[in-house]
């Protein structure tokens, strides 16, 4: 793989915005900007006035700073990106003026949509996330929270539909997360098409470090010395809002040390999307044959599996 500028390697990082505030995202946000990365930031455009037990924390850009804040954070190169309209489901209505608001206070086209947690617009989500017949029964199967019928973003005549909105806004949207770090081992194909998803123009992968202490655990300077010599691409999904990675106002002493540490590299240090436009350029033809999507389907089931018997262990 050739990167810009004689670079070596890719680093970049997808934030989910859940449990975000202006509070504890700018000491993030100021540190990315000033080591040099231009990473990309989801955002919930619209307050949930029916409150949400699990996502309660969040702030969305309906605050004022936070919103100005975002704005000056794209202004300077970050990738805006949609986490849907708010943090609970949202019926059609409220997605597009979710959509309408981000259009009305920002110059930039969005590319890149991640589905939410049980938020029930999800396009392709749950056991639908799986085009394998094996695979979708095996998770119907073992997964009784997977409920046929909840996610319907796709679905027309649902109440929740917006896929016709989907495939026109977004080039891009996430699926599978990895517990490994280079997207070229896991997901080589990426961003693929799959015919049997038309509301989605492209899929793609990422690697998954959903708190701070798997953050710490697997951004480490191995991973990072291996990644640059495998000469290999990581986007990283997290959630920056998490407690645990700014405390009394400053980011976490290591995590602020490994990014450091990345930015004295010669990493290409650019937006998701960004990344995924040059791995495009490379490989015109973006439809995934079944038998790679079977096994990048076995792949994300294999490494879940793993993932829990670690964490169990
Ligand atoms: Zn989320």
């Not at 300077?76 to 949609?82: P, R, V």
């Not at 981000?102 to 589905?115: I, P, S, V």
């Not at 959630?239 to 290591?254: A, E, W």
Request: one cysteine or more; a neutral charge.
């Amino acid at each position: 793989m050739q990167f810009p500028n004689g670079r070596r390697f890719a680093f970049t990082i997808l934030d989910d915005t859940d449990d975000a505030t202006f509070e504890n995202v700018v000491p993030v946000y100021d540190r990315l900007r000033e080591y040099g990365f231009r990473t990309t930031k989801t955002v919930w455009p619209l307050d949930c006035p029916e409150g949400s037990q699990e996502y309660f924390a969040a702030e969305t850009l309906q605050r004022p700073e936070y919103l100005s804040y975002v704005q000056q954070l794209v202004a300077d190169g970050f990738e805006l990106a949609s986490h849907g309209a708010t943090m609970e489901p949202s019926k059609r209505e409220r997605t597009l003026r979710g959509f309408e608001f981000l259009d009305r206070h920002f110059d930039t086209k969005l590319q890149l949509y991640a589905n939410h947690g049980e938020n029930r617009e999800n396009v392709y989500w749950g056991v639908e996330r799986f085009r394998t017949p094996l695979f979708r029964w095996l998770v119907r199967a073992v997964d009784r929270d997977r409920r046929n019928g909840h996610y319907c973003g796709e679905v027309e005549g649902s109440e929740f539909f917006w896929g016709d909105v989907c495939r026109e806004r977004f080039r891009y949207v996430r699926n599978f997360t990895f517990t490994s770090l280079n997207a070229l081992s896991f997901n080589p194909e990426m961003p693929y098409a799959v015919s049997s998803t038309p509301y989605v123009q492209n899929w793609f992968s990422t690697s998954d470090a959903p708190t701070p202490e798997v953050f710490r655990r697997r951004i480490t300077r191995s991973a990072i010395d291996r990644l640059e010599a495998e000469g290999g691409i990581c986007i990283l999904s997290t959630h920056f809002g998490k407690r645990g990675y700014v405390s009394n106002g400053r980011l976490d002493p290591g995590v602020d040390e490994i990014l450091r540490y990345i930015a004295a590299k010669p990493g290409w240090f650019v937006p998701v999307s960004e990344i995924l436009d040059h791995l495009s350029a490379q490989r015109p033809n973006r439809s995934i044959g079944r038998f790679a999507l079977a096994r990048l389907e076995l792949r994300f089931l294999m490494d879940q599996i793993f993932e829990r018997l670690h964490l169990r262990g």
